[in-house]
């Protein structure tokens, strides 16, 4: 049930229309600038913790979420920026997160790997690896209990597909036929861990055959080709026809979080991988086929800056929290004791 | 009026908020036909429909996630886990999701959630299906703790763990289910964070939680032949935990000792007795006493199950101790 999936190189998706390939670039661009930026501004010093970025995996977050509508779910992970900003999360409240500031998405109590907008379907990032495949397990039952017609988009690592919580899920998502898609990330790497040596198989897909379930392999970097495979897999779940499991080739341009030199990433490998970058690929694509001219694309780069932009000062100027607010929001209808 | 067992209590509470409610579902391992390892959801299947009592494969860890992102998404769900020392299988879908997703997103989600969990020691099970694990959860900022120990609380306190917004661990000790005691189906919900006092007395207030309210109940018969009338309070909800009745009591009567089926060392009864220590301990005019289960895991053999399991001859030898 597995094969390969390549639109760049020439393959064509019937409804694809101009706007959503404008769409699909404009947020491909709006992530790679979001992270550069967070690169930039964690060396800086201005974002505590841990950051890790989804820079070169952007055209898979892109792909799948043009494919969702706004009540649609996700689940994320630890790298989970270009999700959420995919799913229509506000680059501001993101940013502001990012930096501990009150008005961030979590009031600054859940930082980059926390971020969450359930008015938005986001069910959250995800600080453990392999926690959010039984998350969208329960959305899934629950949009299919309620009969909603919603789908819900799971998105996770190679790393995680050696943790048990993929193989409870992806069996309990199949023997319900729940509407969930399962999107793996394989940018080769669990941490520093090259996927040849945490795992035995090269195609996580196959993993689908034991569930019964379709396994698909597609260029992560060729965000057509995963909107195709991820609108035929979303279809299949909307009609009951239960989840689909999609994996998506795709490489991690940094380490596994900002400050890991990725000593252990062959430089031969990174060279390979570097030319193929989303980015280049889908521009190259929208010039090659006259879908936009070199100034319109430049154009909405420069837009994409300056919402960025705004986003930063937004967070820079944004009040740190009160350190009363540190026992809100435990529970609903009790306020812990302060020390 | 009704007298249930607390078996069917929690059935009863169970079915009726699903009454209510269609957003309410069960489910767990062998919940539908097979009515749930103990019996406690026979016959639910039949009212409720198979999508609602919901049989799952033996995947603990899916179990929780499914009813925390069920959750997320408008749903009430009740899990069942068929022993509360499965929750290891599922613990981080308990403790770092469900109990944090409030509080990492900035309070912007609820998750209306109930865990089920059959715990403590009595049937010969061994060490893996035997334990009392309060403590590894009442450690855990983001989940309310319930541990009833008639079938009344039970059902007055499901009725309330189910309506509320927060997740809910609710602790069933499996010696309890036959227990029976008579109630008013009508009631209200029973509050968290109040206690019942099982009995009054002036000599000496003993704290004890699930199983341990009946042997504190017994040994409160023995110890009053002596002229020592002990107050036994049953917390019903660990956290919320009522402090000021039990320091109330022990303003009364200056003695306490904490009875739990917990291993001792590194339990809840731990903790009520360092709060008491810092905040009562002026009332108090000796140490504060407990008595719980040995440190070591549950052992298999009847004989040897029995001396590990605190027990009413226990709690009256602690309590003379104390005079």
Redesign the interface.
Known sequence: MCRGRDNLGGGIILDLTKEKIVAMYTTMKRIREFETNASRLFAEGSIPGFVHLYLGEEAIATGVCETLESED?I?STHRGHGHIIAKGGDTKFMMAELFGKET???????GSM?I???TKGI??A???VG?G???????????K??KSGQV?ACFFGDGSTNQ??FH??L??AS?WKLPVVFICENNLYGISMHQSRHQAIQDVADRAVAYNIPGVVVDGNDVLAVYEAATEAVARARNGQGPTLIECKTYRHKGHFEGDPAIYKPSEEVAQWMAKDPLPRITNYILDNDILTKEEVERIDLEIREEIEVAIKFAEESPLPSLESIV???????V?EVR | MKTMTMMESIREAMSKKMREDE?I?LFGEDVGAFGGCFGVSAGMLDEFGA?RVRD??I?E??I????????????K?IAELMFADFLTVGM??LV??AAK??????????LPMVVRLPIGAGISAAAQHSQSPEAWLTHV??L?IVYPSTAGDAYGLLLKAIED??PVIFFEHKLLYGYSDEFDENMEPIEFGVADIKREGESVTIVATGKMVHEALKAAEELAKDGIEAEIIDPRTLF?LDKETIYKSIEKTNKVLIVTEENKRGSYAGEIAAMIAEEAFDYLDGPIVRVGAMNTPVPFSPVLEQYYIPSSDDIVKAVKNMF
């Not at chain 2, 929780?64 to 749903?75: D, H, K, Q, S, W």
């Not at chain 2, 997703?101 to 609820?110: D, E, L, T, V």
Request: aromatic share 6%; with cysteine; glycine share 16%.
């Open positions: 779910y689940t961030g998405y979590c009031k600054g109590k859940g926390h969450a907008d359930a069910l959250g995800n600080g453990i926690a495949h039984n998350i969208a397990v329960g959305a899934g039952l629950s949009v209990y309620r819900c048990g919580t409870e899920a069996n309990m023997i809100e929001d435990v529970y609903t209808d009790i812990e | 957003n579902i999508e799952t494969p995947s860890g899916a929780i996630g499914c009813a925390v992102g069920a959750a997320a998404t408008g749903m769900p981080d879908q770092n999701q997703m409030r509080y990492m997103f900035g309070g912007k989600i609820n900022p983001g309310k917004d927060n919320p």
